[in-house]
């Protein structure tokens, strides 16, 4: 398991997970992801105040918090948290 919190610094994933479980939190800072295949992880995304971004885990949801996960059999999770900040899971490509 890997986690990281950060106060108002900016958190960035990119790479292919494996099979590890990522726990990564922010105050204010943003959250940036980017897997290869978009299939080779579940998510799930939470922002307070923010906006969670994402081309990966279908439509966000309406609301004050944002919040969304995609469910499926995958080796790797996130889980995403930030209080203010902008939380964005992409596919990224080499």
Not at 2 to 22: K, S
Not at 60 to 76: I, R, Y
């Amino acid at each position: 398991m890997i986690e990281v919190h950060a106060g108002t610094g900016r958190i960035q994933y990119l790479g292919d997970p494996g099979q590890g479980f990522y726990k990564l939190m922010t105050s204010t800072g943003n959250i940036d992801v980017g897997v290869p295949v978009a299939g080779l992880a579940h998510f799930k995304a939470r922002s307070v105040k923010g906006k969670v971004d994402h081309q990966i885990l279908g439509p966000p949801l309406a609301g004050v918090a944002q919040s969304s996960s995609l469910f499926h059999a995958a080796a790797a999770a996130f889980q995403l948290h930030s209080l203010r900040g902008n939380i964005s899971v992409r596919e990224a490509y080499k």
